[in-house]
């Protein structure tokens, strides 16, 4: 993949993270937190529903991609089993008890919220195969435009809210948030139907599809613990605490989505290269240099976080004081899981799926534990302080997994750095607003030792971004 491809890839996270910013205030002043963690508990069964019915088929398919030459078959045989299977039980749940969607997500008993949830739900699961299409393609402007252009449609219906709406339900922001969602399915549909179009007449083989249950049906059960891993902080939330509390970790999710662009644009490309690496017999030496300039990049967006936290305050309503906090903290899940794609990366090559499922498992159960203790004394705080522990143990136990099946790769650094941002994060949470002087020079020093730590992979951004630069003035004179 060379650097127009990863620059297009790199486009949809950076244009979602921008968009981000500017539709994530309006939404906190505009919309109560219980709303907002409404719409956190349909992204919380969205993910669900994706992890669960795709069947582990979705990366048996990227595992797969430059080993077949029947595409088509191969899309439709990793493609059909889930989406039947979750069409026919959305339908039957919509029979029997058309509120309980709602009743369960939303606290609230409406048949139309439960509807436009289930669609919402299944343009997930149909987005998910159909970007992985584009993913393995390496089409990274189509990808980056079917990410952007829905958020934008977003922003531009909460915009039109803000403008014209004397009040502001929950449907109104469900049927926005619905929309774009339905928007990113139909995006991805017509980018990638030269490739699922074929797929409908395809014929596939038993045989086929067998070697793909084989490689993907461990992953179910790790995806499940993914999942868990990443949705129990809500899930207690909603259960121990209250959807205010719930509404403010999800602003605080939000925004550290938005500054952990790096994982998005990580791991958009990484999956087809490394594989594309492995396929070439040239990955050991390629994925250790890359993981010690994101394990660089990773630190250094931790300690810009915590150092500029404090910008949060003059950008939400007081509601949200403590989201300033618990930031740092919540940058964990997106920054360290990809940290671990790229240093556990040889469970995937080694085709031993069943180490990530057992990584995941082993980090869940901590999650479930410590989110119990937590979230009741600590609310959002303790949800963000259990999930940011926890991904640090997936991806010490993933790294040590991969370490077993595969080869050996240098890991004291890359412990010693997320051990300390995590617990800088930690501690952020629990004394941050009462010594934030105290932080402020934490958050500087571990900044400053780690210029010195990661000077080559500095030097190199650098000279990379002089590089794009001047190629880019020459281009312009000319």
Request: one cysteine or more; aromatic letters at 12%.
């Amino acid at each position: 993949m060379n650097k127009r491809q990863i620059l297009g890839f790199a486009l949809g996270p950076l244009g979602s993270a921008l968009i981000g910013f500017v539709t994530l205030p309006m939404l906190a002043w505009f919309f109560s937190a219980e709303d907002i963690g409404r719409i956190s508990m349909l992204q919380v069964a969205s993910n669900f529903a994706v992890v669960l019915f795709t069947f582990g088929l979705d990366q048996s398919y990227a595992r797969e991609y430059h080993e077949t030459h029947d595409k088509p078959a191969l899309l439709k045989a990793a493609a059909a089993p889930g989406l039947l299977a979750l069409s026919l039980l959305l339908i039957v749940l919509l029979v029997v008890s058309p509120g309980l969607l709602s009743r369960a997500l939303f606290e609230l008993d409406d048949t139309t919220l439960s509807i436009v949830a289930a669609l919402s739900i299944l343009a997930s699961l149909v987005s998910r195969f159909l970007s992985v299409i584009l993913r393995m393609e390496e089409k990274g402007f189509a990808f980056s435009m079917s990410q952007v252009l829905p958020k934008a449609l977003f922003l531009a219906v909460v915009g039109i809210y803000a403008l014209r709406a004397t009040q502001f339900r929950f449907d109104m922001l469900l049927d926005a948030y619905t929309a774009s969602i339905v928007a990113v399915m139909l995006v991805y549909a017509w980018n990638t139907r030269h490739a699922w179009l074929p797929a409908l007449s395809a014929s596939v083989a038993r045989g086929h599809l067998g070697l793909l249950l084989k490689f993907g049906f461990p992953l179910i059960f790790g995806g499940v613990a993914s999942w868990a891993l990443m949705a129990m902080d809500r899930l207690f939330l909603r259960q121990l605490s209250s959807l205010t509390e719930l509404g403010i970790f999800s602003v605080a999710a939000s925004i550290a989505a938005a500054a952990g662009i790096v994982s998005g644009i990580f791991t958009t490309v990484w999956a087809p290269t490394v594989y594309r690496w492995a396929a070439e017999g040239d990955a050991q030496g390629k994925i250790d240099a890359v993981t010690e300039h994101l394990l660089a990049a990773v630190v250094l967006i931790f300690v810009l976080t915590g150092m500029l936290s404090w910008v949060i305050a003059y950008v939400l309503p007081a509601t949200y004081d403590r989201v300033q906090y618990i930031v740092a903290a919540s940058l964990a899940p997106p920054l360290l899981y990809a940290l671990s794609e790229c240093a556990a990366v040889g469970i995937g090559l080694a085709r031993k799926s069943m180490y990530s499922m057992l990584a995941s498992f082993m980090a869940a159960a901590f999650n479930v534990v410590g989110n119990y203790l937590l979230v009741p004394r600590l609310g959002a705080g303790g949800a963000a302080i259990s999930t940011a522990v926890s991904f640090l143990l997936f991806l010490i136990v993933r790294t040590e997994f991969s370490c077993r099946v595969w080869h050996v790769v240098p890991r004291a650094r890359l412990y010693g750095a997320t051990s300390a941002v995590t617990a800088a994060a930690v501690g952020f949470v629990l004394f941050g607003e009462q010594h934030r002087a105290l932080f402020m020079a934490l958050w500087m020093a571990i900044g400053l030792m780690s210029i010195i730590l990661f000077r080559p992979s500095l030097s190199l951004a650098v000279q990379s971004c002089a590089q794009l630069w001047h190629g880019r003035r020459l281009k312009w004179s000319s």
